[in-house]
């Protein structure tokens, strides 16, 4: 499984959320340019964060985005969940993916279900605050 460079890059921007103070607000453009990503770019990847309730965006001269949550309960998993959708390895497991009409007799399905369950408990075990420190 390889994970796009916009998910990459909304982990480096939530950790970097992270490092501030949750009451703080951090524009786009100085998050741009502390982690090295064209403000567009970011502009895209921080619409899903603000859809799945992780960042908050307040308008105005001390505008800009914080974390919706403490950086502790705040986990990589639910920050790719916001971008990838599922971390399913394969599709006939992803809940939104096309239902299979051979998994209920399919010898390899029980081993993909367990890299799932391993990389979603892996993910699911790592919060913002572990990264930003």
């Not at 800009?64 to 950086?71: H, T």
Request: glycine share 8%.
């Amino acid at each position: 499984m390889k994970f796009f460079t916009k998910s990459r890059y909304a982990l480096r921007v939530m950790i970097e959320l992270a490092r501030h103070s949750q009451n703080q607000c951090i524009p786009l453009k100085y998050i741009a340019e502390k982690q090295n990503i064209s403000l567009k770019y970011l502009e895209q990847i921080i619409v899903p964060l603000s859809r799945a309730g992780l960042v908050r965006s307040e308008r105005g001269s001390q505008g800009g985005y914080r974390l919706a949550l403490e950086p502790s309960r705040c986990t990589a998993g639910q920050v790719l969940r916001a971008i990838e959708g599922s971390l399913a390895p394969v599709e006939c497991l992803d809940p939104a993916g096309k239902t299979c009409e051979f998994r209920e007799r399919c010898p390899s399905v029980e081993f993909w279900r367990g890299m799932g369950e391993c990389i979603d408990g892996y993910a699911d075990s790592v919060t913002l605050q572990d990264l930003a420190e």
